[in-house]
């Protein structure tokens, strides 16, 4: 089931009127059209229960509510597509090939919430990706669908692209509200949340754009329609990357409840090397799974049940024979060389994770396995994101699944 890769990638980017053509704006037509009020649509991403899909799952009309329900003149809506973890290509690939389903989903997050400005936010190494925004923002703005009453209504949006520094906290979304405003891109503390006062103290919605894309075709289907697909706490679909270790990398779609053994192999294509997979890591910042891993379904109750989570769904693995220390390195390394240095926790936990995890490259003896979980139940909790336990959670359940391997390497 496609709800949002509709076309083959040989057809390049959508422009508007490709977009238009497979039903395109008919959600923001038609809602314009018959004057409906903004409470209507939240009404129906709740019925349709949308997901948030930038890592926390958090209802998306929920979100919407809040700002809604807040008065105030000044209010702001962004689609964060400051993608940034290794693995992860799915925001890329909307904003490269189907920007518009992102500036629909935008467009009815402000009329929605009452917002009359907003950011597309982008990291500025995310070529591609900009010059498809901009084209889409002149071609709404062309068609009447942008600027100044919108489709002759009351209803008007200023839309900008923002280009923040490539790190990787610069998605996390109080440090996007941090660089739109003219910071270096940290997150702040929380509460209050941006939907509260996010961008210069105002109410703003900040949502992945994937959640975006998702919330335009909910808006089209009906949230009861879009709830009759997926899981009973998961509806619809969600976009997964698979990385170079499978036979056919890439992108893909799939409805919740499909299972990773499904998409492996059915949609990857398998493993290249053909061996089979022993631990599964859901994303980077997820807790690996064992080899029964494979056959839970895709949902983000069934991935928290089993003590991992769905994260934005850039999916690695370990297999038959790999050695699984490199992978934990390259985890340990990036989350000590991505945090941003503001909380002294987070520094001392993610370069303590390190210098354990370089310990035991070195072949260094000791309780290694100890070590790091003391410093995750450190983690819970601390710095103003949610850096620490990001690093935290595929540490700790690598270094148990590995333990003992690990350790008869290192004769302890
Ligand atoms: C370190 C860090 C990096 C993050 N990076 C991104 C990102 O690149 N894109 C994104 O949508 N959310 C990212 N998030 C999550 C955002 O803070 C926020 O929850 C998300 O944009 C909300 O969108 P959603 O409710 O539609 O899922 C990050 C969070 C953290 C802690």
């Given at each position: 089931?496609?709800?949002?890769?509709?076309?083959?990638?040989?057809?390049?980017?959508?422009?508007?009127?490709?977009?238009?053509?497979?039903?395109?704006?008919?959600?923001?037509?038609?809602?314009?059209?018959?004057?409906?009020?903004?409470?209507?649509?939240?009404?129906?991403?709740?019925?349709?229960?949308?997901?948030?899909?930038?890592?926390?799952?958090?209802?998306?009309?929920?979100?919407?509510?809040?700002?809604?329900?807040?008065?105030?003149?000044?209010?702001?809506?962004?689609?964060?597509?400051?993608?940034?973890?290794?693995?992860?290509?799915?925001?890329?690939?909307?904003?490269?090939?189907?920007?518009?389903?992102?500036?629909?989903?935008?467009?009815?997050?402000?009329?929605a919430t009452?917002?009359?400005?907003?950011?597309v936010?982008?990291?500025?190494?995310?070529?591609?990706?900009?010059?498809?925004v901009?084209?889409?923002?002149?071609?709404?703005?062309?068609?009447?669908?942008?600027?100044?009453?919108?489709?002759?209504?009351?209803?008007?949006?200023?839309?900008?692209?923002?280009?923040?520094?490539?790190?990787?906290?610069?998605?996390?979304?109080?440090?996007?509200?941090?660089?739109?405003?003219?910071?270096?891109?940290?997150?702040?503390?929380?509460?209050?949340?941006?939907?509260?006062?996010?961008?210069?103290?105002?109410?703003?919605?900040?949502?992945?754009?994937?959640?975006?894309?998702?919330?335009?075709?909910l808006?089209?289907?009906?949230?009861s329609?879009?709830?009759?697909?997926?899981?009973?706490?998961?509806?619809?679909?969600?976009?997964?990357t698979?990385?170079?270790?499978?036979?056919?990398?890439?992108?893909?779609?799939?409805?919740?409840?499909?299972?990773?053994?499904?998409?492996?192999?059915?949609?990857?294509?398998?493993?290249?090397s053909?061996?089979?997979?022993?631990?599964l890591?859901?994303?980077?910042?997820?807790?690996?799974?064992?080899?029964e891993?494979?056959?839970?379904?895709?949902?983000?109750e069934?991935?928290?049940?089993?003590?991992?989570?769905?994260?934005?769904?850039?999916?690695?693995?370990?297999?038959?024979?790999?050695?699984?220390?490199?992978?934990?390195?390259?985890?340990?390394?990036?989350?000590?060389?991505?945090?941003?240095?503001?909380?002294?926790?987070?520094?001392?936990?993610?370069?303590?994770?390190?210098?354990?995890?370089?310990?035991?490259?070195?072949?260094?003896?000791?309780?290694?396995?100890?070590?790091?979980?003391?410093?995750?139940?450190?983690?819970?909790?601390?710095?103003?994101?949610?850096?620490?336990?990001?690093?935290?959670?595929?540490?700790?359940?690598?270094?148990?699944?590995f333990?003992?391997?690990?350790?008869?390497?290192?004769?302890?």
């Amino acid at each position: 089931m496609t709800l949002l890769l509709t076309r083959s990638p040989e057809e390049g980017r959508q422009d508007l009127e490709a977009y238009q053509a497979e039903g395109g704006f008919e959600a923001l037509r038609r809602i314009l059209g018959e004057g409906r009020p903004p409470e209507a649509l939240i009404e129906e991403l709740n019925l349709g229960k949308l997901r948030g899909r930038g890592g926390a799952g958090f209802p998306v009309g929920r979100k919407w509510g809040i700002a809604a329900a807040i008065e105030n003149e000044h209010k702001f809506v962004i689609a964060n597509g400051g993608e940034h973890e290794p693995g992860s290509k799915k925001d890329h690939l909307l904003l490269e090939k189907y920007p518009h389903k992102v500036l629909e989903g935008l467009l009815l997050a402000a009329y929605a919430t009452g917002a009359r400005k907003g950011f597309v936010y982008i990291i500025d190494e995310m070529e591609e990706a900009r010059i498809s925004v901009e084209r889409a923002l002149e071609e709404l703005s062309g068609a009447g669908l942008l600027g100044e009453g919108i489709l002759g209504t009351e209803f008007s949006l200023e839309l900008h692209l923002h280009l923040a520094p490539p790190t990787y906290v610069a998605g996390e979304e109080t440090a996007v509200i941090d660089s739109i405003e003219g910071g270096p891109a940290k997150p702040r503390g929380k509460p209050p949340y941006p939907s509260e006062a996010g961008l210069y103290g105002k109410p703003t919605t900040i949502n992945n754009v994937e959640s975006l894309a998702q919330a335009a075709v909910l808006l089209r289907m009906g949230g009861s329609e879009y709830a009759k697909t997926g899981t009973e706490e998961s509806k619809g679909t969600m976009l997964l990357t698979l990385g170079g270790r499978a036979r056919n990398p890439g992108v893909y779609e799939v409805p919740f409840g499909t299972t990773y053994r499904q998409l492996i192999e059915e949609l990857g294509g398998g493993t290249r090397s053909g061996k089979a997979i022993r631990a599964l890591q859901p994303a980077m910042s997820s807790a690996f799974l064992g080899p029964e891993g494979l056959d839970l379904e895709i949902s983000f109750e069934a991935l928290t049940r089993a003590g991992s989570s769905l994260g934005c769904g850039g999916i690695s693995w370990i297999e038959e024979g790999q050695d699984p220390l490199p992978r934990l390195m390259t985890i340990a390394k990036f989350f000590a060389d991505s945090q941003c240095g503001q909380c002294p926790p987070c520094n001392m936990i993610t370069s303590n994770f390190l210098h354990v995890m370089q310990g035991v490259k070195a072949g260094k003896p000791g309780d290694f396995a100890g070590a790091i979980s003391k410093i995750a139940a450190f983690a819970a909790g601390k710095g103003r994101c949610g850096l620490p336990s990001m690093d935290a959670a595929p540490l700790a359940s690598g270094i148990r699944l590995f333990e003992e391997e690990l350790k008869t390497r290192l004769g302890s």
